[in-house]
């Protein structure tokens, strides 16, 4: 069976129209375009009264791949996961190692603790606690009518 692509005339190259298709094939191959879908996880950023919550979705890891650092107020967490399979006594045609790292920094605000910050890793989300300051978090009282 041959699959025959169609060009819609979108894409006219007069001089060899075997030339697109063949890097249309390549740049569009759903292989390369998973892989370069998602580079760095996807983050949610919530604030409280008293603490911020930064929760990243990184599925697949362990607590042991994560490494957070603090720098003046800069927030940085990454993660590096290798995964090789091998299977001596085969005799391999093609073999795949698995290689995935991300970086994500967080500028913190002047009201963050950096003294407090906690991290917990469950379920493929990695949720950081950061702290309030006492004088940062809000301040509610009730203001009489004169």
Same mark, same amino acid.
Do not use: C, W
């Given at each position: ?33 998973? +892989?370069? @879908?998602?580079? *760095?996880? !996807?983050?949610?950023? &919530? =604030?409280?009264?008293? /603490? ?19 720098? +003046?107020? @800069?927030?940085? *967490?990454? !993660?590096?996961?290798? &995964? =090789?399979?091998?299977? /001596? ?58």
């Amino acid at each position: 069976m041959t699959l025959v692509k169609f060009n819609n005339g979108l894409k006219n190259n007069a001089v060899n129209p075997f030339f697109n298709d063949v890097f249309d094939s390549i740049l569009n191959d759903s292989y390369l375009g998973n +892989k370069l @879908v998602a580079r *760095v996880p !996807a983050v949610n950023i &919530a =604030e409280t009264e008293n /603490e911020f919550h930064i929760e990243l979705a990184v599925p697949g890891l362990k607590k042991e791949d994560f490494k957070i650092n603090l720098d +003046k107020n @800069v927030l940085t *967490v990454s !993660a590096e996961k290798k &995964a =090789e399979s091998t299977d /001596e006594g085969k005799k391999f045609s093609k073999r795949e190692y698995s290689y995935s790292s991300f970086t994500r920094s967080f500028t913190l605000p002047e009201s963050a603790d950096h003294s407090k910050i906690e991290a917990d890793y469950a379920d493929g989300i990695l949720k950081l606690i950061v702290a309030k300051k006492e004088e940062a978090k809000f301040q509610s009282r009730e203001i009489a009518v004169k």
